[in-house]
Every structure is written in structure tokens, then in C-alpha cells.
């Protein structure tokens, strides 16, 4: 296998593994914000114990979230040596950024969450624990707006270095920061990763609840997260269509990929599901008619820049792309589905009565941290081959003094790792789960 394949699979692992934790830290942080909010409001003991249940698993997702994130910026130096010259100016001070305004933050800040219960006053407490949550997006605002920029660049300008090489530097750095996909996808992001965490709570609760433990805290737990879920999922439709409204006018060829859409002089269909063959140009599925023209554009007969119009060497692998795509949309479908029954069983119990919907309930998260890796290989493996969009080739970006011997050795270490990693997680899960809900008050 080549330089550049091998450190491709690594740092699909690595960024892979790390993307499960901070998605479930955002949305945790949020629910441990409404759990202690409503607390404070309504004097509700059991919502005080929610919280404080809660903040001890958001620790041990955060210490994993930190652990595997900082593999991430070594790995650009060691792997992607040319692509972090190239695009160093930009990614330097977004990061520098994301350190500084909001790591800080929501390191300094857990720590009071986790300790203060007792030593701070309430509203002291939820303040904290609200700049815990907004710290964690703040975070992921700038990881977004470096990965959106690479999407759709904005506001540089190419400089030659005297080797002959060129690097791209800031010339506008609002027009870097709002470049035209990062807001449309931090919110898409944010909501994927508040969905991570509902659910997270919903599976546990669903849990406890086929265990028949902690009956009356899981369903007040379960009613908090589905109720707001049921409102971010239809959020989260619409801002996946608005998404695709960015991706059709910055990156036809990547709309194309995800509806496998080849003729410049037809309209484009939906695809229910389908498959892709690449190399005869041939698209077969279930599919709505002309459904993806209506939707970019309000008119079903509006032609749309298909994958023909491309060399074939400019194209990602489209079925992979098409797939990966459906996926997530798939399983967003299912996740709206399964909190309108959430939503609409509370009132004749159907969850305490129902074995079936307490398993299913129980695996529910497995959905959105599903959707979220797949949405993503989508976006990324959509801009293939560019590392960044029209700018740099992704096999120009590798480091040049690797060997494939050296990238092995780097999997396979990495791989050892995260599997004692992965284990060490549900492990001290387990335990906080196992321990249950203590009555602190
Ligand atoms: C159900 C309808 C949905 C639609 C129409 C939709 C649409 C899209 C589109 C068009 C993109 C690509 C953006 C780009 O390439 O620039 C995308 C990416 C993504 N989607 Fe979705 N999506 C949906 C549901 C979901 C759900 C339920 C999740 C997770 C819970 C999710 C998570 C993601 C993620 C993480 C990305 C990658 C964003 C990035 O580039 O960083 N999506 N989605």
C-alpha cells in the first residue's frame, strides 16, 4: 500500500475514534445544563441527582475527548507535513484560537462543575456548568471553520516560499472565518452532536429502566431528552437540506457524488437507496423523479451539473459517497422516528409496558454516533481528491520522508492503544452506570 493510502487509514482511525467523544460532550453538556437548570427553578431533587450523575460520565467523556484529540495535531505534522505548510497560516491561528477561547474554558470551568457541587453557591454551579457546554461548541466552532475552509476556501491568498513551494496566508480573516459552508456546517455539526448526547442519556435511562431501576429519574430523564431530541432532529433535517443547498452551488461534483446524478442534461432524482457504477456512469435505485432539482432549486426540471461533466481523476469514489450519504440520511429518518414514539408514549407508558422498546431505546445511541462518522466521510471522502477543495491534492499533502514500514508500525501502535483505550472507557462507564443514581439530596 502507498505512503499516502496508509496515512489516510490512519488518520480515518484516529480522527474516527475521537470523533465519538466530543459530539457526546457537547450534548451532554447541554442536558446536564437543562437537568440542573430545571433543578434550580423548580427545587426538583431528582433533577439535582440527574445532573450530578450525569457530570461524572461527561468527565470521563471529556478526558477521552482530550486524549485522542491531541494525537490529531501531532499527526498533521508527521504525516501531512506539505498539507500543514500549506495551510499552516490558516489552521495555526483557528486552533490557537479554539485553545485559548475555548479549551480553557471548558477545562477550567469542568473542574468546578465536578468539585464545587457543595463549595459554590446553585446559580455559581449552573453558570459553570453552562460555560462547560458552551465551551465544549465554542471548541468545536473553530474545528469546524479550519475543516470548512478546507471545503470551501475564502479569504487568503497563495504565497510562493523561496523552495519554490507555496503556502496559503490570511488576507481577510472574517471572510476565513465565515467562509460559505462553516456556519451552515457548525450548526448542522452542533446539532448532530446535541442529538449524540440526548441519546446518550435516552440509552441509559432505557437501560435502567429494562432493569426496572430508578424507574421515576429515567422517565423524568427521558422525557427531558427525547422532548428537546424531537426538536432538534426536525432542526437537523432542515439544516441538512440547507447544507445541500451550500454543497450544490460551491461543490456540484460533490452534490452529484451523493445522488449519483452523471447527466449534465437531465434533472436530478432522489435516491431512496440505489447503487453506483462508476466506471459504466450508471446509477440504479428506488427514486423520486427530478425530487433533487425541486429541492436545490423549486423546479423539477432544472438541469444539474452532473458527474460527466468531470475528468474522472477529479472525482471522489462516488459510490462510497452515495452510500455514506444515504446512510446518514437513513438513519436520521429512523432517529426522528423513534422520538415521536418517545414523545408521544408518555402518556399511556408505552416504554414501562414494552420489553421490545426498552432494548431498542437502550442501543439508541449507537444511531447518531452512527450518522455522525458517516455524514462525515461523506463531506470528506465527497472533497476527495482534494485536500483542500481545488487548491491542493490530497496525495500532494503526505509527508515525504515516510516509509509504509514506518506508517504500519504507527497503525498498529495506534490500533493497540485505542483498543486499551476503548476498553478503559467502558470500563469506568460500567462502574458510574453500575453505581447508579445516589441520592445526594
Ligand atoms: C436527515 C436528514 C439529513 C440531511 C438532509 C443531511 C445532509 C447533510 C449534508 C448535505 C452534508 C454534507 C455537507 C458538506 O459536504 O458540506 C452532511 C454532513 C454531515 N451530516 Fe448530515 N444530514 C442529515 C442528517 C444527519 C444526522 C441525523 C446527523 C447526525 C446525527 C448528521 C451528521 C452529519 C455530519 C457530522 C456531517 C459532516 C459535517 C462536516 O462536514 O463536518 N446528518 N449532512
Keep these: 500500500m502507498s505512503v499516502e493510502l496508509l496515512s489516510r487509514i490512519q488518520f480515518a482511525m484516529t480522527i474516527s475514534f475521537h470523533y465519538v467523544f466530543p459530539p457526546l460532550s457537547i450534548g451532554l453538556g447541554m442536558l446536564m445544563f437543562f437537568f440542573e437548570l430545571i433543578y434550580v427553578r423548580t427545587n426538583n431533587v431528582l433533577y439535582y441527582n440527574l445532573a450530578r450523575f450525569w457530570s461524572k460520565i461527561f468527565a470521563i467523556i471529556f478526558g477521552m475527548g482530550v486524549a485522542t484529540g491531541v494525537v490529531m495535531e501531532f499527526q498533521f505534522g508527521t504525516n501531512w507535513a506539505n498539507y500543514s505548510r500549506y495551510i499552516g ?29 457543595d463549595r459554590v453557591s446553585k446559580k455559581f ?72 448526547g440526548l441519546f446518550l442519556v435516552i440509552s441509559i435511562h432505557a437501560y435502567y429502566i429494562l432493569r426496572k431501576k430508578y424507574i421515576k429519574s429515567s422517565l423524568l430523564a427521558i422525557r427531558t431528552a427525547s422532548m428537546s431530541g424531537l426538536v432538534l432532529i426536525i432542526l437537523q433535517i432542515a439544516s441538512g437540506h440547507q447544507s445541500a443547498l451550500i454543497v450544490a452551488e460551491y461543490q456540484p461534483e460533490k452534490l452529484a457524488s451523493y445522488e449519483g446524478h452523471f447527466d449534465s442534461n437531465k434533472p436530478g432524482n432522489l435516491y431512496l ?35 460527466n461533466d468531470f475528468k474522472e481523476e477529479d472525482l471522489p469514489p462516488v459510490n462510497i459517497v452515495f452510500q455514506t450519504y444515504h ?50 466521510f461523506s463531506a470528506e471522502i465527497g472533497r476527495q481528491p482534494w485536500i483542500v477543495y481545488h487548491l491542493m491534492r490530497t496525495k500532494d499533502g503526505v509527508s515525504t520522508n515516510l516509509s509504509a514500514y514506518d506508517l504500519w508500525f504507527s497503525i498498529i501502535g495506534f490500533g493497540i492503544i485505542y483498543i486499551f483505550l476503548t476498553g478503559l472507557f467502558f470500563f469506568t462507564v460500567r462502574r458510574q452506570v453500575v453505581a447508579g443514581i445516589k441520592k445526594y439530596k
Design 89 to 117: 497560516d490558516v489552521m495555526g491561528s483557528v486552533l490557537a484560537a479554539e485553545g485559548l477561547l475555548a479549551f480553557m474554558v471548558e477545562a477550567g470551568f469542568l473542574s468546578i462543575v465536578l468539585l464545587g457541587w
Design 125 to 196: 454551579h449552573l453558570f459553570s456548568t453552562f460555560l462547560v457546554w458552551l465551551g465544549s461548541m465554542f471548541s468545536a466552532l473553530w474545528i469546524v471553520i479550519v475543516n470548512s475552509w478546507q471545503q470551501t476556501p475564502a479569504g487568503y491568498h497563495i504565497v510562493q516560499r523561496a523552495d519554490g513551494s507555496y503556502r496559503a496566508e490570511v488576507s481577510d480573516y472574517m471572510e476565513m472565518i465565515f467562509n460559505p459552508s462553516s456556519m451552515d456546517r457548525f450548526l448542522h455539526v452542533i446539532l448532530s452532536s446535541l442529538l449524540c
Design 273 to 307: 437507496f440505489g447503487w453506483v457504477n462508476q466506471e459504466q456512469k450508471t446509477t440504479k435505485g428506488i427514486y423520486i423523479p427530478k425530487m433533487l432539482s425541486f429541492m436545490i432549486s423549486a423546479d423539477p426540471d432544472m438541469k444539474l451539473i452532473g458527474l
Design 327 to 376: 446512510a446518514m440520511v437513513a438513519l436520521g429518518m429512523a432517529m426522528l422516528g423513534l422520538l415521536g414514539l418517545l414523545v408521544f408514549s408518555f402518556k399511556n407508558r408505552w416504554l414501562l409496558k414494552n420489553k421490545w422498546f426498552q432494548l431498542v431505546s437502550s442501543v439508541s445511541v449507537l444511531m447518531p454516533l452512527l450518522a455522525v462518522q458517516l455524514g462525515w
